[in-house]
């Protein structure tokens, strides 16, 4: 019997470049990430869960002050309120099961979990993931994935399920490198951009059309 090697140029394994620029600028794109199939049929189930209704307003969790003296209500509408102003894409959290895209898709990410615990060392520990639906004019201000009440989250993940992206149609996710510097990055189809999410400012741009996407974060216990 003879022992087969681990195949380095497996699909799933992320190029050294893709890791250096990583560790390098705090960001990395792979213009396809995922094969035009997988995309396909991950694009046609978040519109079918928009289409059906199923997606909920997300929220950014920033919770209201506790000193504020309103009701439980009220405090909610405050909630939504600014929460609204914050950002106004709909979101549906994958759970493992929900179809055979997905389950691939999750997959995919695990092997990336993996591959950044064996070069970086980074102890990540699990993958949560949604798809996100931006319809015409919507936009996420800006901001940081870490929040206050959660500092699990590590690494982000945002990947584009939009083909033939114009640059006149708007939606770049602008990265704000620094106080001066800033990069708008197109959400076409297949492509995967990575951050750090403690660090990253950023903010998503309104568009003219729909703008389908999976975010996810690979965190820390
Ligand atoms: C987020 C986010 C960026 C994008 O969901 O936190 O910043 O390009 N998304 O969709
Ligand atoms: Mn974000």
Redesign the pocket.
């Given at each position: 019997m003879s022992i087969v090697p681990a195949d380095d140029d497996s699909p799933s394994t992320m190029p050294a470049g893709f890791i250096n620029h990583l560790v390098e600028y705090g960001w990395a794109r792979q213009a396809i990430f995922l094969d035009a199939d997988l995309t396909l049929a991950l694009a046609a189930e978040c519109q079918g869960l928009n289409d059906q209704q199923l997606l909920r307003i997300?929220k950014t969790g920033r919770a209201t002050k506790s000193d504020m003296h309103v009701s439980p209500q009220a405090k909610i509408q405050i909630q939504t309120k600014i929460e609204a102003q914050l950002?106004s894409?709909q979101?549906s959290w994958l759970s493992a099961g929900q179809s055979p895209a997905c389950d691939q898709y999750l997959l995919r990410m695990e092997s990336l979990r993996q591959q950044l615990n064996r070069d970086l060392f980074l102890n990540l520990d699990d993958y949560e993931s949604?798809f996100?639906f931006?319809a015409p004019g919507a936009f996420?201000a800006q901001?940081k994935?870490r929040f206050q009440d959660d500092d699990r989250r590590t690494i982000?993940v945002?990947i584009?399920l939009n083909r033939d992206w114009q640059t006149e149609q708007g939606g770049?996710?602008r990265l704000h490198l620094s106080d001066s510097e800033s990069l708008d990055?197109a959400?076409e189809a297949s492509s995967m951009?990575l951050f750090l999410s403690a660090t990253m400012l950023?903010?998503?741009l309104p568009a003219t059309r729909d703008?389908l996407?999976l975010?996810g974060w690979f965190r820390r216990r």
């Amino acid at each position: 019997m003879s022992i087969v090697p681990a195949d380095d140029d497996s699909p799933s394994t992320m190029p050294a470049g893709f890791i250096n620029h990583l560790v390098e600028y705090g960001w990395a794109r792979q213009a396809i990430f995922l094969d035009a199939d997988l995309t396909l049929a991950l694009a046609a189930e978040c519109q079918g869960l928009n289409d059906q209704q199923l997606l909920r307003i997300a929220k950014t969790g920033r919770a209201t002050k506790s000193d504020m003296h309103v009701s439980p209500q009220a405090k909610i509408q405050i909630q939504t309120k600014i929460e609204a102003q914050l950002r106004s894409d709909q979101i549906s959290w994958l759970s493992a099961g929900q179809s055979p895209a997905c389950d691939q898709y999750l997959l995919r990410m695990e092997s990336l979990r993996q591959q950044l615990n064996r070069d970086l060392f980074l102890n990540l520990d699990d993958y949560e993931s949604h798809f996100a639906f931006y319809a015409p004019g919507a936009f996420y201000a800006q901001h940081k994935d870490r929040f206050q009440d959660d500092d699990r989250r590590t690494i982000s993940v945002v990947i584009y399920l939009n083909r033939d992206w114009q640059t006149e149609q708007g939606g770049a996710l602008r990265l704000h490198l620094s106080d001066s510097e800033s990069l708008d990055i197109a959400p076409e189809a297949s492509s995967m951009i990575l951050f750090l999410s403690a660090t990253m400012l950023h903010e998503v741009l309104p568009a003219t059309r729909d703008r389908l996407s999976l975010a996810g974060w690979f965190r820390r216990r």
